[in-house]
T-cell receptor, first 109, second 115 residues
Framework: GQSLEQPSEVTAVEGAIVQINCTYQTSGFYGLSWYQQHDGGAPTFLSYNALDGLEETGRFSSFLSRSDSYGYLLLQELQMKDSASYFCAVPDSNYQLIWGAGTKLIIKP | DVKVTQSSRYLVKRTGEKVFLECVQDMDHENMFWYRQDPGLGLRLIYFSYDVKMKEKGDIPEGYSVSREKKERFSLILESASTNQTSMYLC??????????????FGPGTRLLVL
């Protein structure tokens, strides 16, 4: 079957750097997406990696290693507003997204 | 900006009632999705639609049906609500594509409580 694994919770300090990992098992691979969801809010798209390497968008970066079936989301200069749940997702053979269970990021002052 | 709206933010229904959840998107997206979200389980796909009157089952379609009579509107129907359908329901839309890269845009969600 197809599945994604990510930690259920990560804690970090304001101003620090945090990495949220995602490992996946899929029959085919097209790319890895990351979404952010604040409590009570809707998921919003953050990034998509189809190729190996690091993609940077401001304070957020996303990394992919297809040979390791692994990716991560890197958040730098953490702010309290980054407290949220982060989901990794991959498309299945019908291009519909399969979602990880989400990582709750707790930021302490 | 893409806007996806859902008919209710909160709903309380009784067991056995028929429940309608409506979703409207304003960006002419072909794809529309219904998910439910439960703690620790992430987002699970109930149904999706890639065109008017077309629907495909997702991972957990049992107890649900859908309707897409117009491109912008996708309805989720609980024919006879049960307590195990208490959940957050999220609607999303996206362009149709062939790479899996197409961003999904979500509505604010409907928190349904079935008593």
């Amino acid at each position: 079957g197809q599945s994604l694994e990510q930690p259920s919770e990560v804690t970090a300090v304001e101003g620090a750097i945090v990495q949220i990992n995602c490992t996946y098992q899929t029959s085919g691979f097209y790319g890895l997406s990351w979404y952010q969801q604040h409590d009570g809010g809707a998921p919003t798209f953050l990034s998509y990696n189809a190729l190996d390497g690091l993609e940077e968008t401001g304070r957020f970066s996303s990394f992919l290693s297809r040979s390791d079936s692994y990716g991560y989301l890197l958040l730098q200069e953490l702010q309290m507003k980054d407290s949220a749940s982060y989901f990794c997702a991959v498309p299945d053979s019908n291009y519909q997204l399969i979602w990880g269970a989400g990582t709750k990021l707790i930021i302490k002052p | 900006d893409v806007k996806v709206t859902q008919s209710s933010r909160y709903l309380v229904k009784r067991t056995g009632e028929k429940v309608f959840l409506e979703c409207v998107q304003d960006m002419d997206h072909e794809n529309m999705f219904w998910y439910r979200q439960d703690p620790g389980l992430g987002l699970r796909l109930i149904y999706f639609s890639y065109d008017v009157k077309m629907k495909e089952k997702g991972d957990i379609p049992e107890g649900y049906s859908v309707s897409r009579e117009k491109k912008e509107r996708f309805s989720l129907i609980l024919e006879s609500a049960s307590t195990n359908q208490t959940s957050m329901y999220l609607c999303a839309s996206s362009l149709i594509g062939t790479s899996g890269q197409e961003t999904q845009y979500f509505g604010p969600g409907t928190r349904l409580l079935v008593l």
